[in-house]
Nanobody, 129 residues
C-alpha cells in the first residue's frame, strides 16, 4: 500500500528550526513526485515545496524560499522539509503528498494544482512570537 506519514512537527519559537519527515512506504521515491503543503486555521491549503528525486528538481513557494529546504534520502525512503528562520506565519498543519509519475510536477508553482493521490495525516507546526 502506498503511504506517506509525516512527523517532526512541534512548537518552536520564532527564528527557530524544525525538520519534518515524510516517510514513504509501498513505493520508490524516484517514481513519485513529493510535495509539502500546509494549511493554517481559516486559510486554504497552500503548497510549500515540491521535489522529484529522480532528477533532483525542487520548487519553493516565495514565502519559504531561502528558509525551507526539501530533500530526499532514498536509502531511508524519506523526504524532509528543513524549516529554518521560522515565523509565526508558518504555523499550520503540514502535509506530505505523493503522486506516481509526477516527474514534471515540480517545474513551477502549478504543482499545487496538479492531482496528488496520496496524502499523509498531517503534522502540526506552531511558531510562537
Amino acid at each position: 500500500e502506498v503511504q506517506v506519514v509525516e512527523s517532526g512537527g512541534g512548537l518552536v519559537q520564532a527564528g527557530g528550526s524544525l525538520r519534518l519527515s515524510c516517510a514513504a512506504s509501498g513505493f520508490t521515491l524516484d517514481d513519485y513526485a513529493i510535495a509539502w503543503f500546509r494549511q493554517a486555521p481559516g486559510k486554504e491549503r497552500e503548497g510549500v515545496a515540491c521535489l522529484t528525486s529522480n532528477d533532483g528538481t525542487t520548487f519553493y513557494e516565495d514565502s519559504v524560499k531561502g528558509r525551507f529546504t526539501i530533500s530526499s534520502d532514498n536509502a531511508k525512503n524519506t523526504v524532509y522539509l528543513q524549516m529554518n528562520s521560522l515565523e509565526p506565519g508558518d504555523t499550520a498543519v503540514y502535509y506530505c503528498a505523493a503522486e506516481l509519475g509526477g516527474y514534471f510536477y515540480c517545474r513551477g508553482r502549478d504543482y499545487s494544482r496538479f492531482p496528488w493521490d496520496y496524502w499523509g495525516q498531517g503534522t502540526q507546526v506552531t511558531v510562537s512570537s
